[in-house]
C-alpha cells in the first residue's frame, strides 16, 4: 500500500514568486508519480508525471516537479506564479501495476497580485 | 483531447433516497473507471474499481450493496447511492483509463457534490 503526505494545506504567494509545493509518499514497491490540478468546477488535469528516466520532470504550464528516492518526495515548483495558477494540486502515487491512484489530501495555491 | 463527462455536477436529496451519478468517456473507450470519494480537506479515497462487462472491485470498508456501480458499456460507468444518509455527504469522482495508442492516460471527471439532508 502507498500513502501521500501534502503538509500543506495552503500556500498563498504573490504573483511572480517562485513557488514550491511539498509531497511526499510512502511505498514498499516501485512507484509512478503523478501531480494533478483542479481548477474551480472542472477535473482533475495532470501537470506531470514521473515514470522513470531523469528525476527532474517538466510538466504543462511552467510547472516542474523533481523526484528524490532517498528523501521520498516529489515537490512541485513553478520559478514565477500567475493569478491563472490559483488552483488545487493533488499529488498522487501508483505502483507500477495497480493503475489506481492514491491521492495526498491537496494543497491550495492562492496567488495574490 | 479526450474528455471525461460527469453528471450531475451537484445533487441534494433527502435521506433514504437513492442518486444515481455518471460517468462517461467521451472519446475513447475505458474499459475500466475508478470512482473516488473525497471528504473535506482529506484526500480523494478510492472506492472502488469498475470494469466493463464484470462485477466491481471495492476496497476495503466500502459497502458493495450501498455503492452500487455498473460498468455495462465502454463509455459510462454509474455509481448509485442507495438509500442516502448525512454521513454519504461528500464529493465524488470518477477516472477512467484510456489505454489508445499504447500509451496510458487517466482522465477525470469534475465531480460530483453530494448533500443528503
Known amino acids: 500500500a502507498q500513502s501521500v503526505t501534502q503538509l500543506d494545506s495552503q500556500v498563498p504567494v504573490f504573483e511572480e514568486a517562485p513557488v514550491e509545493l511539498r509531497c511526499n509518499y510512502s511505498?514498499?514497491?516501485?512507484?509512478?508519480l503523478f501531480w494533478y490540478v483542479q481548477y474551480p468546477n472542472q477535473g482533475l488535469q495532470l501537470l506531470l508525471k514521473?515514470?522513470?528516466?531523469?528525476?527532474l520532470v517538466k510538466g504543462i504550464n511552467g510547472f516542474e516537479a523533481e523526484f528524490n528516492k532517498s528523501q521520498t518526495s516529489f515537490h512541485l515548483r513553478k520559478p514565477s506564479v500567475h493569478i491563472s495558477d490559483t488552483a488545487e494540486y493533488f499529488c498522487?502515487?501508483?505502483?507500477?501495476?495497480?493503475?489506481?491512484?492514491?491521492f495526498g489530501s491537496g494543497t491550495r495555491l492562492q496567488v495574490q497580485p | 483531447g479526450a474528455v471525461v463527462s460527469q453528471h450531475p455536477s451537484r445533487v441534494i436529496c433527502k435521506s433514504g433516497t437513492s442518486v444515481k451519478i455518471e460517468c462517461r468517456s467521451l472519446?475513447?473507450?475505458?474499459?475500466?473507471m475508478f470512482w473516488y470519494r473525497q471528504f473535506p480537506k482529506q484526500s480523494l479515497m478510492l472506492m472502488a474499481t469498475?470494469?466493463?462487462?464484470?462485477?466491481?472491485?471495492?476496497e476495503q470498508g466500502v459497502e458493495k450493496d450501498k455503492f452500487l456501480i455498473n460498468h455495462a458499456s465502454l463509455t459510462l460507468s454509474t455509481l448509485t447511492v442507495t438509500s442516502a444518509h448525512p454521513e454519504d455527504s461528500s464529493f465524488y469522482i470518477c477516472?477512467?483509463?484510456?489505454?489508445?495508442?499504447?500509451?496510458?492516460?487517466?482522465?477525470f471527471g469534475s465531480g460530483t457534490q453530494l448533500s443528503v439532508l
Open positions: 514521473y515514470l522513470s528516466g531523469s528525476t
Open positions: 472519446d475513447f473507450q475505458a474499459t475500466t
Open positions: 511505498s514498499s514497491v516501485s512507484v509512478y
Open positions: 469498475s470494469n466493463e462487462g464484470s462485477k466491481a472491485t471495492y
Open positions: 477516472s477512467a483509463r484510456d489505454r489508445t495508442g499504447g500509451n496510458e492516460k487517466l482522465f
Open positions: 498522487a502515487v501508483t505502483d507500477t501495476g495497480r493503475r489506481a491512484l492514491t
